[in-house]
């Protein structure tokens, strides 16, 4: 079965590196045959919130907003790529998660962290873990954590520390299993 994959991320700072962790990820993905998006709040920004997506009639949101919508009601599943600020998630991640809903409805999402340090964003993925469900995406269990993101991915995207490509298999095998499963049980219907 093929899969629709999007990475969500939000850091807008100018020397941002959670971005290895994104190029890395697309492509494990590719590799694996999904086909990627990239929902990043520097490419395409979102003012901070004030009307949700949902708030707006069919056909009036504005363009970011709607192409943001289009991206994630395409995608089988999601991966949230989230860094650590202060314990918890970048604001331009939540800022973005926050404007849409039912496009994340009965579809998996896969959480990535990393942090400059050891802990490899630890407690921003478990404050995603409970944001994600609230949104109607239910979160696989294995969490990916990227600690000392610069000295084990490089700027390209590529693994300097092998351990993360076999790591990084493991988390994939099970999103898939999981955006088969749902994949398979949406086609049947869905609850409301
Ligand atoms: C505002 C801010 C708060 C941070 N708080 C934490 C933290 O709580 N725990 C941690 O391990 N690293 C923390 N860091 C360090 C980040 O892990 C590191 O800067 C990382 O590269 C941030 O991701 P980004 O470069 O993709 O923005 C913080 C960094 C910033 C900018």
Redesign the pocket.
Known sequence: MGFTTSIL?????S?????R?VKFLEKQLVGRGHKVHILDPLEIPLPFLDKMYKEFPEGEAPANMQKIADTLNDSDGYIIVT??????I?PALKNMLDHFQKEYFFKPSGIAC????????M??AVHVRAIMPELGSITIPVILGLPK??KIIDENGNAIDEYYIKATSRFLSELEWYQEALKVQRGKGLPY
Request: hydrophobic share 20%; glycine share 20%; charged share 15%.
């Open positions: 991320y939000g850091s807008v700072r020397n941002r590196k959670g971005i962790a860094g650590e600020y202060n314990h918890s970048p990393y942090s400059a340090g050891q802990y490899g964003g407690r921003a993101i610069s």
